[in-house]
């Protein structure tokens, strides 16, 4: 409902302005500027450091530090620069869950992406690391839904210990939430599964697409190298025992003991090593897409969609 409310109050002081000057300000590089002096530097700040005024009153976590040059929601890999389109993606659908709106409602394709490159000028990275060097994830095609997966899923969520941060029941209510910081030193909630709210997009490529690149700045990290379901993850399991039931923790059990031991996974071709991995990866996301709760009356009214509908 912030969201909602700013970008009524911020599209009613902004649009008459906006529309009234012609002529050469209306350059793509001035257009930008001027698109992002009026809709984003009030919660961005005019140097895009994320100080604007109305944005401060609201974190944490605060708005993004343009600056920095460390973006959350990217297609490409951990630590690196997003693409151009994956700015153009973040304006144009905002991010459900957060006060920043979705412009894509509001303003022309064209605005959102001289906005984007305005952006762009806030950090040396861009013109240090230019796009064509940036390396970009791969998302297979997402295979069919199961409840095999789901419970796969389930004993992968449980046995790599996300239910630390996200909780038992995908809440956002683990263990850890308390020690939980960004890299500026906020504090930092993980994501309540089971609200079907993804800032990044709910559908499963945008989800595969997070647990590959990860969340820059935050405690989030990459699944695209580290997520290895092999028979010595069983030392994770240990502090399940006063967590689950008995008979779940026998079951993971048994699906742990039935994964390879890491000698025998490492002695693999690479391709087979991509093959498993992505079939990991694939479970988990069909596991934390099922822990989403059906939309309600405030979903629509909020015009937050279907559950895990947004790319």
Request: charge should be positive.
């Amino acid at each position: 409902m912030r969201a909602i409310l700013m970008l009524v109050t911020l599209c009613a002081a902004g649009c008459a302005t906006l529309t009234a000057r012609p002529g050469p300000a209306n350059t793509s590089a001035a257009r930008g500027e001027r698109v992002y002096r009026l809709y984003c530097s009030t919660c961005h700040g005019d140097r895009g450091d994320g100080n604007g005024p109305t944005g401060r009153r609201y974190g944490p976590p605060y708005p993004r530090d343009f600056t920095t040059g460390v973006f959350r929601f990217r297609s490409t890999a951990s630590g690196q620069l997003p693409l151009h389109r994956d700015l153009v993606r973040t304006i144009t659908r905002g991010m459900p869950g957060s006060i920043m709106p979705a412009w894509g409602r509001v303003l022309p394709p064209s605005d959102v992406d001289a906005v984007a490159t305005f952006i762009e000028g806030f950090s040396a990275r861009f013109h240090d690391e230019p796009e064509a060097r940036r390396a970009k994830v791969r998302i297979p095609h997402a295979p069919a839904a199961s409840a095999g997966a789901v419970r796969r899923g389930r004993f992968i969520y449980l046995a790599m210990k996300c239910w630390e941060c996200h909780g038992l029941g995908g809440e956002g209510d683990g263990h850890s939430v308390p020690t939980l910081v960004t890299d500026t030193r906020e504090p930092i909630v993980p994501n309540d599964f089971t609200a079907s709210i993804f800032k990044g997009g709910g559908s499963a490529h945008a989800i595969y697409r997070t647990m590959m690149t990860g969340l820059d700045g935050t405690p989030m990290p990459s699944y695209q190298d580290t997520l290895l379901v092999i028979r010595e993850v069983e030392q994770n399991l240990s502090p399940l025992r006063s967590e689950i039931s008995p008979q779940e923790l026998a079951a993971l059990r048994r699906f742990v003991a039935r994964q390879s031991p890491a000698s025998e996974f490492y002695a693999l071709d690479e391709r087979e090593q991509a093959r498993r991995a992505e079939g990991w990866r694939w479970d988990l996301v069909a596991y934390v897409r099922s822990l989403g709760s059906r939309p309600h009356f405030w979903r629509r009214f909020l015009g937050l969609g279907e559950p895990g509908g947004a790319p």
